[in-house]
């Protein structure tokens, strides 16, 4: 067996349900899961009509690089979404199976493992797991900036020093955050880039929650149009990760794409040649038109500024509860630790959460998730008023 298996930690949802075990919830009252950012809004009709009308597609073996029809589609949302001058769809752009897989695909390509020192892979903290697990199977060591609460969650690139940033291969951003749902400015992209000018390392920034937003009139700077808006058109050792599973309710279709170097892209598409992950046709034919339409993730934003709205309203009568930049999560402050909070939440009011903690890892002398609770709002409306009444309840409870 691959002995870096056993570096990998339980995932976080593994932590929860061990969390719980034994627990026996309020049976009072219906459970309300919270914990999982899997979007429960319904699937527009459109997207499952099309995916349906071209089922026929598996009768052919697709290739790796997808459909120019699908291409030609991303680079034009990319184009209109970001202001982009240009976007080749032959070269800077390859359609993946989630941004999940490509998350934990890219690494395998980036880090070279054949040096004098372990190759280092950074990431913000706390963070989506899937980076972790991607730099110790490509065989990095992980390091970690913490987002903490006294510096907006914003990420400090002096926590490290050169003797860290000389052996980065590989930093993970996440744009608007998971779970902060903060979204990095245009002086902290220009800085990050210059780091990566300095010590040639990749950025890969993952912009999967990047169509949940709350101003029609500001979307969230992306990290190619940071690039574009600095001078940088080629997208020099940046790579871009997106998908149609928040942004169009659709997490088990599967689709996404990266976008960025094309260079980089070249190897990773040899890679993921090797690795047989080309995109169902069916699935390329639905995403191609659900990258066309805007009107449907209009309503989807609607739908979530009304639960946002409604959440803090009621959060706000108990504790200081803030709207994310973007994304579906609330990152608040638990009153007592994180654990112990989402034991009680749980035994007393049967309203799951994810404890922040789970998110995390020691770094740089503390747990920068310690005390704090991600809450997905992606349940609908009257479930998600009835949730937070009830951590408000608990909140009140424990004062």
Not at 189 to 218: K, M, N, P
Not at 230 to 249: A, E, H, M, P, Q
Not at 338 to 365: C, M, W
């Amino acid at each position: 067996m691959n002995p870096l298996l056993r570096n990998l930690q339980p995932y976080p949802f593994q932590k929860l349900s061990h969390l719980l075990e034994g627990i026996t919830a309020n049976a009072s009252l219906a459970p309300i899961n919270l914990h999982i950012g899997e979007p429960k809004h319904e699937t527009p009709a459109f997207i499952l009509t099309e995916l349906a009308k071209n089922l026929h597609g598996v009768a052919n073996y697709p290739t790796t690089l997808g459909s120019k029809w699908l291409r030609a589609s991303i680079a034009t949302w990319l184009a209109q979404r970001y202001q982009l001058t240009a976007i080749d769809p032959e070269t800077e752009i390859i359609p993946v199976n989630g941004s999940r897989e490509a998350l934990f695909a890219f690494a395998q390509t980036v880090i070279n493992s054949k040096t004098p020192e372990q190759p280092i892979v950074v990431c913000s903290n706390p963070f989506y797991q899937i980076y972790e697990g991607a730099a110790l199977l490509a065989g990095a060591q992980p390091y970690f900036l913490n987002a903490s609460a006294e510096q907006d969650f914003a990420l400090n690139y002096e926590q490290l020093p050169e003797a860290i940033w000389s052996r980065t291969q590989l930093i993970y951003v996440c744009s608007p955050n998971n779970p902060t749902g903060r979204v990095m400015t245009l002086d902290e992209w220009q800085h990050l880039f210059e780091l990566s000018d300095r010590y040639g390392f990749v950025i890969a920034s993952d912009e999967c929650y990047s169509e949940i937003y709350f101003d029609e009139h500001t979307p969230p700077l992306g990290a190619l149009q940071a690039a574009q808006q600095l001078g940088r058109n080629k997208f020099t050792r940046l790579v871009v990760f997106s998908s149609l599973s928040k942004r169009s309710n659709v997490p088990g279709l599967r689709s996404g794409f990266v976008a960025g170097d094309a260079a980089i892209l070249k190897d990773f598409l040899l890679y993921r040649t090797y690795h047989g992950s080309a995109m169902n046709p069916a699935v390329q034919a639905a995403s191609t038109i659900a990258w066309s339409d805007e009107q449907h993730v209009m309503e989807n934003r609607r739908i979530y500024q009304e639960k946002f709205k409604d959440a803090l309203a009621i959060l706000n009568e108990c504790m200081l509860a803030k709207m994310p930049d973007a994304g579906f999560y609330l990152w608040i402050k638990t009153p007592i630790n994180d654990r112990d909070f989402t034991q009680k939440l749980y035994r007393d009011y049967n309203v799951i959460v994810l404890p922040g903690s789970y998110l995390g890892r020691e770094a740089h002398g503390f747990n920068p998730g310690e005390n704090f609770v991600r809450i997905a709002l992606v349940a609908p409306l009257a479930e998600c008023s009835q949730a937070m009444q009830r951590i408000k309840a608990c909140i009140s409870q424990i004062h």
